[in-house]
């Protein structure tokens, strides 16, 4: 299942008081998130991931994703403790004139299925890793 969701920041949103959105998950694993951001935050709009106090994305605690005009993934495999699985995307916005706009997606699969997943996504990414280190550029 995807869930797809957009959280809105207003400028000067302090990271000690980020703005929050939840969203239930009904699956047994998230094994993706994407975080599109669109033209415009210059890095001053970061995202995080969590599920209670813990960090999903990313990895490493008080670090935050930022872009511009692009979107950032994660494959990971963040089994769900309950039922639904209620998580929350933070965000904070550094801008002091603009208010922005993330848009989320969360890929959830059932248990069966998302080992395979994350194992063919991860071996795609090696593959686009390699060639790129070959033809020396994006793929």
């Known amino acids: 299942m995807l869930y797809c969701l957009e ?12 703005v929050e959105k939840e969203v239930e998950i009904q699956e047994d694993v998230i094994v993706k998130v994407s975080i599109r951001f669109p033209p415009g935050p210059s890095g001053l709009l970061k995202v995080a ?7 999903i994305t ?3 605690e008080h670090e935050w994703i930022a872009g511009d005009d692009e979107v950032v993934e994660d494959t990971l495999y ?15 916005n550094l801008d002091e004139a603009y208010d922005h706009t993330a848009l989320v997606r969360i890929l959830a699969l ?7 997943h994350v ?10 890793e390699f060639f790129r280190k070959i033809w020396g550029g994006p793929l």
């Open 7 to 18: 959280i809105t920041v207003p400028a000067n949103t302090p990271k000690e008081n980020p």
């Open 49 to 55: 991931v969590f599920y209670g106090e813990e960090q």
């Open 110 to 116: 059932n248990e069966e299925y998302a080992l395979p």
């Open 119 to 128: 194992a063919a996504s991860s071996a795609l990414k090696a593959i686009k």
């Open 58 to 60: 990313p990895f490493h």
């Open 78 to 92: 963040f089994k769900c403790p309950e039922k639904p699985c209620p998580i929350t995307i933070k965000a904070y």
